[in-house]
């Protein structure tokens, strides 16, 4: 089968199926209420999916693009942020407005364990390259909360600055890195005593940030200034060498999530007021294309068929 695009259509609760060759919308999934974020397992095999007004957990068959379980919980309100831990084959996820993660089991679908941050509207998650350890920001706390996975506990509550949104993990250096939406930058953590390392400025109100598959630029979307912001990770500027942001591309209206093709040659970002999604080339570093898509698009997910 060809490569397809999985994109969240928040206000239509749906997943529209998208051929990236020719911006094709395939077919389309009916999901529970506001489909917000979108996770694939190992294998390729199915897709979860958080629907945050609906309080459940769809998964989505990749074959036959049908949705063959909801899983839900008591505990589960607003369920935000996933990642897919591989070598232990388990889903987290973090439920916002209760501060919860839980963390599933792939295989099963059955809850493993729940761990409640006690902090303020935790939102979005990250695993490091080992996965040994997860990352948490809480929107209204203003921390990252970083977790012990093997143990499943708590290990560190780290001040990071007002609104923190997006946290992602530089393969290489395992540094972590963390958008601060309320200040419009990015800080830069060493993921051994969590002191903040660097910090740059982007643009207005950034969300999410995703690596490239090399690990050799992270994009950040700037929700207020419809723009997507480039950090080379390796760059150098007056001889010193740090994360810089180095260009910001214009992209449609109240951008939200981003995804990489598979050899990192393209990005596809959400943009959540215009209801489409914008191809960036990464080596031209422009925009050169829109798939118009539903309505509210946010989260996405590139399923490769290599």
Known sequence: MDDRLLVLNRDDDCVSVVDPETGETIEEIDTDFDPVTIETSPDGGKSYVTCAQGNALNVIDNETFSVTGRIDHDLLDHPSGLAVRTRANELWLVSRNNSR???????????LDVIPTHQSLSNTLSLNADESTAYVTNSNGNTLTVIDCDQRRIAVDVPVGDGPEGVAVNPETDNVYVTIQHESRLTVHDPKHHDALYETELGSSPTGIVFAPDGSLALVPNRLSNDVSVIETR???????????????????????VVFNSDGSLAYVTNNKTNDVSVIDTEAREEVDRIDVRTRPNGITYLSRD
């Not at 993660?101 to 809850?111: K, L, R």
């Not at 760059?235 to 999530?257: A, L, N, T, Y």
Request: proline share 9%; aromatic share 14%.
């Open 101 to 111: 993660v839980f963390v599933f089991d792939i295989e099963s679908d059955a809850v």
């Open 235 to 257: 760059f150098h500027r007056c001889g010193e060498g740090r994360p810089w942001e180095v260009e910001r591309i214009p992209v449609g209206i109240w951008p939200g999530e």
